[in-house]
């Protein structure tokens, strides 16, 4: 099933996943009789465009025929979903989860409380989060070091903050060059969501005007 949501600067975010997207180009061409490719982008005589993003390990693309071509070889993905209480962090071989690990954390929520309460519970809550980042870690280290060699990106989601402080740990340095730029919008991370991220970390992105 194709996901369309709203662009920021206008159009749409659509995503594929690699096994449907012949169905999806010939569905456009279809559509849009004449369609031209300019590189990874299909251009309509009507200006309608399709401008399709490689999905996390693929590199440079110069071409349609070139990104089909890759999406047929399975790829090696880190997993890393996090948010201030929980983490969930995997290792993806093509579609099956091969390495995982799902832990919850306490963290204090925000008080109504004011004055020095509230400072002296914000400085324990802030505590409590440094400290489930450190576990946190200790997970994906645990995780993901073993398969750093063979993975060919880190995919990330959750809350952006938390995952930039968990990756501040030096054993996690050799991840970070294998780390997408695109953050996964994910609800509270569970190995039913970390599954399910499968699936979205290998689609393909396509902006589409209109």
């Known amino acids: 099933m194709m996901v369309a949501k709203p662009a920021a600067g206008g159009?749409?975010?659509?995503?594929?996943?690699?096994r449907r997207l012949r169905r999806w180009l010939d569905g456009f061409y279809s559509r849009h009789d004449?369609?031209?490719?300019?590189?990874?982008k299909l251009v309509a005589a009507n200006g309608d465009t399709a401008e399709l993003v490689p999905p996390p390990g693929l590199g440079t693309i110069a071409d349609v025929?070139?990104?089909?071509?890759?999406?047929?070889?399975?790829?090696?993905?880190?997993?890393?979903?996090?948010?201030?209480?929980?983490?969930?962090?995997g290792v993806a071989d093509g579609d099956e989860l091969i390495s995982s690990k799902v832990d919850t954390f306490y963290v204090q929520g925000r008080t109504a409380a004011g004055g020095w309460s509230q400072q002296r519970y914000?400085?324990?809550?802030?505590?409590?989060?440094?400290?489930a980042a450190r576990d946190a870690a200790d997970?994906?280290?645990?995780?993901?070091?073993?398969?750093?060699?063979?993975?060919?990106?880190?995919?990330?989601?959750?809350d952006r903050g938390t995952v930039d402080e968990i990756l501040t740990d030096r054993r996690l340095a050799p991840l970070l060059p294998l780390r997408h730029d695109r953050l996964l919008d994910v609800p509270e991370p569970r190995h039913?969501?970390?599954?399910?991220?499968?699936?979205?970390?290998?689609?393909i992105r396509i902006h589409l005007i209109p």
Do not use: F, K
């Not at 159009?11 to 690699?18: K, Y």
């Open 65 to 89: 025929d070139a990104l089909l071509e890759a999406l047929a070889v399975p790829r090696r993905l880190g997993l890393l979903l996090a948010r201030r209480n929980a983490v969930a962090v």
């Open 122 to 131: 914000a400085r324990r809550r802030e505590n409590q989060a440094s400290g």
């Open 34 to 40: 004449g369609a031209q490719e300019e590189g990874l």
């Open 192 to 203: 039913a969501i970390l599954v399910a991220t499968i699936p979205t970390a290998h689609a």
């Open 11 to 18: 159009g749409r975010w659509a995503e594929v996943e690699p």
């Open 139 to 158: 997970i994906a280290a645990r995780i993901l070091l073993p398969y750093a060699d063979s993975m060919a990106a880190l995919v990330c989601g959750g």
